[in-house]
């Protein structure tokens, strides 16, 4: 069959360019005599590797000079823990917004350290929108307030920063993060699983305020401390190099596609594409309210649930693959992250038309 198109929520497409170039440099990288995966954390070469990586990101997304940029193993499910472990600091109480599943396990994890407190939720409506924050009810002893920006299953988006004053904001920005800018300072920590819109599975970047580190609690392992990890440059332990050399080649990709800029406008154009055919059409439907779509993961329905396995075998047998929803929803979910091609969407889209036109 060749390469597909391939609409997986994670782990996701990466470009064909980054596949390529590291296919080129596995046996060898730059004249090393050695594969990345078998290079030393602490020799020359690698640290070249790391420090240009974190170099490229804070370019990509205008990370300010007193935030820290740490890469971590774990996922983002291993900073549900971390976060309150870090940044309580004293304070008995944390405030979250319940937008879908990923909140709920945030959420869950959180309730082992600290009491967690609902500031909104959107459980009301199925999880099919992002509070307004008007309606939102924060505590005025809260340590930090929680979002997930991105619900990949349900696919809600937040396309505004909360404001929570002097509270700090974080953000778990696992499948939206680098598909547009975004202003970091107003956020005190963004964390984010690499293996949707960064690079293979096996990394988690985390981008802390420096005022934010040191006052762990004592129960925190080493390597889940801030303050610890910040010291050592992320190398408390081998880290998960091949997958941070990885996402060191999709930076630098961003950088030659020009920047967040170009990809917004680029991931616009691709969801606008899919939402114009759901909009259009009594065949498919989307649940996700219209202000809050996601522009990287869009969930859809068919009007007839039993064609779904005919369609996904369909849409196989065209090249376009891991259509099928989450489990605990169902339907249908298109990934359109950074590297999906333009092509891709439009592929899906017609496939979409053709396959409504002989089933509606």
Not at 127 to 147: C, G, K, M, N, T
Not at 204 to 221: F, Q, S
Not at 254 to 265: D, F, N, Q, S, T
Not at 275 to 304: E, G, I
Request: hydrophobic share 45%; with cysteine.
């Amino acid at each position: 069959m060749g390469r597909v198109y391939n609409f997986s929520a994670g782990p996701a497409v990466l470009p064909e360019e980054v596949l390529i170039r590291a296919r080129d440099e596995m046996l060898d990288w730059r004249a090393s005599g050695m594969s990345v995966m078998e290079m030393s954390h602490r020799g020359k070469e690698f640290i070249s590797i790391a420090r240009k990586a974190e170099a490229d990101l804070r370019e990509l997304m205008a990370i300010p000079a007193n935030y820290k940029i740490l890469f971590l193993q774990g996922g983002a499910t291993a900073q549900f823990a971390a976060v309150p472990m870090n940044l309580l600091r004293g304070r008995r109480k944390a405030d979250y917004v319940n937008t879908g599943h990923w909140s709920k396990r945030a959420i869950a994890e959180a309730k082992k350290y600290c009491e967690v407190h609902i500031a909104a939720s959107s459980e009301d409506r199925n999880f099919s929108y992002v509070p307004p924050q008007e309606r939102w009810e924060l505590s005025s002893d809260a340590a930090y307030v929680h979002i997930t920006s991105n619900e990949t299953i349900g696919g809600v988006e937040y396309h505004w920063i909360p404001d929570t004053g002097d509270v700090p904001l974080v953000a778990d920005a696992s499948s939206h993060i680098l598909s547009r800018p975004i202003d970091v300072s107003r956020f005190g920590l963004i964390y984010a699983g690499a293996q949707k819109n960064i690079g293979p599975a096996g990394l988690a970047i985390v981008i802390v305020r420096e005022d934010l580190i040191g006052g762990a609690l004592p129960i925190t392992p080493a390597i889940f401390d801030y303050k610890v990890q910040a010291e050592n440059e992320s190398m408390l332990n081998t880290p998960p190099t091949f997958a941070l050399y990885m996402a060191g080649l999709v930076f630098e990709w961003l950088k030659e596609k020009g920047g967040l800029a170009a990809m917004e406008r680029i991931n616009l154009e691709k969801a606008r594409l899919l939402y114009d055919l759901l909009d259009s059409s009594d065949f498919y439907a989307s649940p996700v309210a219209k202000a809050d779509r996601s522009r990287m993961n869009v969930p859809f329905t068919l009007k007839d649930p039993a064609l779904e396995e005919e369609f996904l075998r369909q849409a196989k047998a065209h090249g376009l693959v891991q259509l099928k929803g989450h489990r605990s929803v169902g339907g249908m979910r298109a990934s359109i992250y950074n590297a999906m091609p333009i092509e891709g969407v439009r592929a899906l889209v017609e496939f979409m038309r053709d396959f409504a036109a002989k089933h509606g």
